[in-house]
């Protein structure tokens, strides 16, 4: 199943990704830094989606409160219900 999330407080405007048996696949961000979203999708790409949460969740972004590493997390969190 795919899921979308609206981003908040960062460049990109939305994640999409799917988590099948437990894994993170396919996530996608809709803009924001083209290389570091790309890098992000590519290392969790097969990750356990509550490990990848681990991870990510709470990393800033310059000033800004959040990231779209965060974003990521929170979009997981969703996804599973958390």
């Known amino acids: 199943m795919e899921y979308t999330y609206k981003t908040s407080g ?5 994640i ?3 988590i099948e048996d437990g894994k993170v696949k396919n996530v996608r961000f809709n803009g924001g830094c083209n290389g ?3 890098g992000i999708s590519s290392l969790v ?8 949460v681990r991870k990510l969740e709470g ?3 310059g000033f ?5 590493p965060d974003q990521l997390a929170k979009a997981l969190k969703e996804a ?3």
Do not use: P, Q, Y
């Open 10 to 14: 960062v460049c990109s405007r939305g």
């Open 45 to 52: 790409e097969g990750m356990d989606a509550h490990e990848a």
């Open 59 to 61: 990393i800033t972004c």
């Open 16 to 18: 999409s990704f799917e």
């Open 64 to 68: 800004k409160k959040t990231s779209c």
């Open 36 to 38: 570091n979203t790309k």
């Open 80 to 82: 599973l219900g958390e």
